[in-house]
Nanobody, 127 residues
Framework: QVQLVESGGGLVQAGGSLRLSCAAS????????VGWFRQAPGQEREFVAA????????SDTDSVKGRFTISRDDAKNTVYLQMNSLKPEDTAVYYC????????????????????WGQGTQVTVSS
C-alpha cells in the first residue's frame, strides 16, 4: 500500500506558475504509475496528466498541453506537476493517484485505473 500527500497549491494570478508535489510513503514507489486529476466545483473529476512507472512515458490532457509538465523523482518518492501560464479555468482541487503497474512504460488516464488517492490540494487562479 502507498500513502499520497499533495502540496504546493495556493492562490496565483493568471499567467503565473505553481509546482505541485505528490509525496509517497509506504511500499516501493517505483512500482507505481502516477496521475494527476482535478475537480472544479460542481464538475466531475478529470484527468490532467500521468507518468509511467519508469518515468519514460507521460500523457496530459489537451487543455494543459504546453503549459503543464509531469515528472517524477523516485529517489525522493515524489511526483511533480509543474504548472505554467495558469488560467482561471485551471482552478480546482488537484489530486494525485497511484497504481501499481506491471508495465514500465504505460500511462493511465482513467479514474478507475487508480488504486490510491491523496487528499487533494486547492489551486485558485485569479483573473
Amino acid at each position: 500500500q502507498v500513502q499520497l500527500v499533495e502540496s504546493g497549491g495556493g492562490l496565483v494570478q493568471a499567467g503565473g506558475s505553481l509546482r505541485l508535489s505528490c509525496a509517497a510513503s509506504g511500499r516501493t514507489f517505483s512500482i507505481y504509475a502516477v496521475g494527476w486529476f482535478r475537480q472544479a466545483p460542481g464538475q466531475e473529476r478529470e484527468f490532467v496528466a500521468a507518468v509511467s512507472r519508469n518515468g519514460g512515458s507521460t500523457s496530459d490532457t489537451d487543455s494543459v498541453k504546453g503549459r503543464f509538465t509531469i515528472s517524477r523523482d523516485d529517489a525522493k518518492n515524489t511526483v511533480y506537476l509543474q504548472m505554467n501560464s495558469l488560467k482561471p479555468e485551471d482552478t480546482a482541487v488537484y489530486y494525485c493517484a497511484a497504481k501499481a503497474s506491471a508495465f514500465g512504460s504505460y500511462v493511465y488516464s482513467r479514474i478507475r485505473d487508480y488504486e490510491y488517492w491523496g487528499q487533494g490540494t486547492q489551486v485558485t487562479v485569479s483573473s
